[in-house]
């Protein structure tokens, strides 16, 4: 299994290279107690970190066996299993084979490992700092939130753009509306039963709205693939083509522009009507059995767990039917109203990965729903792989349609009136389904699976609601807050009070040091009260113009300073804080999306962007 640091150790571990002096020293603190080397830690020709096996394991406390015949050492607890051999590139976790660009090697008689490497088997985090050239490894790790998938988003998930086109807009057969308020019958897998229907027929578009100063999707050839009978419409400016032709690659030459490309089904047979419409990049083929995109895929390994809240649409929708859920073969993963991104393709990916999984539970869902949703992930994530799991996504805030069920529920439970109902009403129901992911999992629940329970980190008044209804009711495995900065500011600029950009730095930094420390020092107490860990489901900045979006002012600033030089200090400062009083996982919000009215969030932009001071941040705290 995985292992998961206790809480409780706080390890710290730190490799200190002093390279301009051609000295080198090994310290390794334990709850403050310091273990020396009596051997030199090096950097090897592909760049890692390399270290005595010794220290390192009698550290962690793991079992170390030699073995010669196979010049096999073999590192272990009661969970996990690692086997490298010496001068392979290759190791061996629980039976499950890894490549490694730097081998283990004997120097000195001693054997010598990458640590990184190791740290990433055990679910310890790696810190690289260059200016002193230390490697420090950590408990704190680092997750990110997946952006919502949309037919105009910069997050390119899937080699075929198809997956990501919007749900199916109905117009009439002459073209003259965009869409119009009425639904055709769909099959199961999202595509119409027959066009035309009554006189209306169906059209969709992908790769639209890109930001007009920022980078299109590929020029070049695509290929577009269909099964079925009938006809259909792509549309590109100007530039019409009509195909008819199922069953086969059609080359299509893409010029990009910000309309994006629309794809109107004309016709469709009743009897075999058109479905599994294939739209590949350049230099993917229709019969490739990888789905995913090479970059995002690159791009996602600098984290170690993947939450998929917002590409399930859990925040915008109170419940979706097992049997109406989202396929692998659906007409796209963007469909709010089937729950966005199919558990298959989360189960995939994080399996490709070898990351985490965060999922979150529809608000209103049944026990049914629930129970097959734990058997699903009990028999498709690898067993190695743990999955995180909460219950909606902060119910307590009144900006999600969820909030008013949730006092609804509670006062009908007689748990009190108003917010604090909600609150509470959000701990029964956790614990509720908790209990049902117990029961699936059996003795591997606390291997496999951690159910976290959020609070509002800005208001301690829900915090003491969801804390004082635990202590009555039970408590689930994580506490988890959402510790943003910059907001108060934002808000400031958007009620007209104009900073300067060095001003909103400023305030943030103070934030930091102030309100945020104290928020996470809070939280991290009340979490180890109850044995619970401490986790983070959202971070980093929120100076956005969420509540302003009308504010011209406001969204030019906010543009200016997410992408500021000085936005990777802050990050800086806030990892710091949280690795010092958390020490666990902290899951940053988001990973790629443009700035609109609404926001800067992303940590990119697109996946060309690896130069913003917040992906600095992420590629300065992760060495893989």
Not at 41 to 50: A, G, K
Not at 391 to 401: H, Q, T, V
Request: glycine share 6%; net charge negative; charged share 25%.
């Amino acid at each position: 299994m995985k292992r998961v640091v206790p809480k409780s150790i706080g390890i710290i571990f730190t490799i200190i290279l002093l390279l301009s002096q051609n000295i080198f020293a090994l310290e390794v603190t334990i709850n403050g107690d310091q273990l020396i080397s009596d051997v030199e830690p090096y950097i090897s020709e592909s760049n890692r970190t390399m270290v005595p096996v010794g220290v390192i394991a009698q550290s962690l406390g793991l079992s170390v066996e030699w073995q010669e015949s196979t010049r096999q050492v073999i590192l272990s607890d009661d969970k996990t299993n690692i086997i490298y051999t010496i001068d392979r590139n290759e190791v061996i976790v629980n039976g499950e084979s890894f490549i490694i660009d730097s081998p283990p090697v004997i120097k000195d008689s001693r054997t010598f490992l990458p640590v990184s490497d190791l740290a990433k088997h055990l679910g310890i985090n790696v810190r690289w700092h260059p200016d002193s050239q230390t490697a420090e490894l950590t408990s704190t790790v680092m997750g990110i939130n997946l952006s919502h998938i949309h037919y105009w988003s910069s997050m390119w998930m899937f080699k075929d753009v198809m997956k990501q086109s919007a749900p199916w807009w109905v117009q009439d057969e002459n073209m003259t509306t965009w869409s119009l308020d009425e639904t055709i019958p769909l099959r199961q897998d999202g595509y119409p039963l027959q066009v035309p229907h009554d006189g209306k027929i169906v059209h969709t578009v992908v790769l639209m709205h890109m930001l007009e100063d920022g980078p299109l999707y590929p020029e070049g050839q695509y290929t577009f693939r269909f099964k079925g009978q009938g006809r259909i419409l792509i549309s590109m400016g100007e530039k019409d083509t009509i195909l008819s032709e199922s069953d086969k690659d059609h080359i299509i030459n893409v010029i990009p522009s910000h309309e994006g490309i629309h794809i109107t089904i004309l016709e469709s047979s009743a009897d075999n009507p058109i479905h599994d419409i294939q739209f590949m990049m350049p230099g993917f083929k229709t019969s490739t059995e990888e789905v995913f995109h090479p970059k995002f895929l690159e791009l996602l390994s600098a984290f170690d767990t993947l939450r998929f809240m917002k590409s399930s649409y859990v925040e915008e929708t109170n419940q979706f039917l097992w049997s109406e859920r989202t396929q692998v073969n659906s007409q796209t993963q963007s469909n709010m109203a089937t729950g966005g991104l199919s558990f298959e393709y989360i189960a995939d990916l994080s399996n490709i990965l070898h990351k985490d999984a965060w999922i979150n539970v529809p608000h209103d869902s049944s026990d049914d729903y629930v129970r097959k949703l734990a058997e699903f992930y009990f028999s498709n994530l690898d067993e190695n792989l743990r999955l995180y799991v909460e219950y909606s996504n902060e119910p307590w805030n009144p900006i999600f349609p969820v909030y008013e069920d949730s006092i609804e529920k509670g006062q009908t439970l007689g748990l009190g009136q108003g917010e604090e109902a909600g609150a509470r009403y959000n701990v029964i129901r956790t614990l509720e389904m908790m209990n049902i992911f117990k029961d699936v999992y059996g003795d591997t629940y606390d291997q496999r699976v951690t159910w976290s329970i959020s609070t509002w980190s800005a208001r301690r008044e829900i915090g003491d609601y969801i804390l004082d209804q635990m202590d009555q009711s039970g408590y689930p495995d994580a506490f988890s807050i959402a510790p943003y900065f910059g907001g108060e500011l934002a808000n400031d600029v958007g009620d007209g009070i104009r900073y300067t950009d060095n001003q909103v730095f400023e305030g943030i930094t103070l934030e930091l040091n102030t309100l945020i420390k104290d928020q996470i020092i809070w939280a991290k107490t009340q979490a180890d009260k109850r044995n619970m860990r401490l986790i983070s489901y959202e971070s980093g900045s929120h100076f956005v113009s969420l509540f302003y979006p009308e504010d011209d002012y406001l969204i030019e600033q906010m543009k200016r300073i997410n992408s500021d030089p000085r936005m990777l200090d802050m990050y800086e400062i806030y990892y710091n804080l949280w690795d010092t009083y958390a020490k666990d996982l902290n899951v940053y919000f988001v990973f790629c999306e443009e700035a609109n009215i609404y926001g800067d969030f992303g940590m990119i932009h697109h996946f060309d962007e690896l130069d913003h001071p917040k992906w600095q941040h992420i590629q300065r705290n992760t060495r893989n």
